[in-house]
Nanobody, 122 residues
C-alpha cells in the first residue's frame, strides 16, 4: 500500500522554525516528485514546495521563497520541509503528496498523506 506519513507539525511562535518530514513507502520513491501543500480553514489547498524525482529540482511560491527549504533523503525515502521565519499566515494543515512530476495545482496529485497541523500565532 502507498503510504505518505507527514510529521513534525506543532505550535511555534511567529519567527520560529519547524521541520516537517514525509516518510514514503509502497512505491518507487526515486521515480516520484514529492510536494508539500497546506490548507487553512476556509481556503483552498495550496502548494508550498515540490522536489522533482530526477534532478531534485525544487519549486516554491513567492509566499514561502527564502523561508522554506525542501530536501530529500533517498536512503530513508523521506522528504523534509524546513520552515523558518514562520508567520501567522503559515498556519494550516500541511500535507505531502507524490506524483511523477511537480504540479502547482493540488488536484493534479494522486497520492496523499494525512496532514500535520502547523500553528504560528502572532
Amino acid at each position: 500500500d502507498v503510504q505518505l506519513q507527514a510529521s513534525g507539525g506543532g505550535l511555534v511562535q511567529a519567527g520560529g522554525s519547524l521541520r516537517l518530514a514525509c516518510a514514503a513507502s509502497g512505491f518507487t520513491f526515486d521515480d516520484f516528485a514529492i510536494g508539500w501543500f497546506r490548507q487553512a480553514p476556509g481556503k483552498e489547498r495550496e502548494g508550498v514546495s515540490c522536489i522533482s524525482s530526477s534532478h531534485g529540482t525544487t519549486y516554491y511560491p513567492d509566499s514561502v521563497k527564502g523561508r522554506f527549504t525542501i530536501s530529500k533523503d533517498n536512503a530513508k525515502n523521506t522528504v523534509y520541509l524546513q520552515m523558518n521565519s514562520l508567520k501567522p499566515e503559515d498556519t494550516a494543515v500541511y500535507y505531502c503528496a507524490a506524483n511523477p512530476v511537480c504540479f502547482r495545482t493540488a488536484t493534479m496529485w494522486d497520492m496523499w498523506g494525512q496532514g500535520t497541523q502547523v500553528t504560528s500565532p502572532a
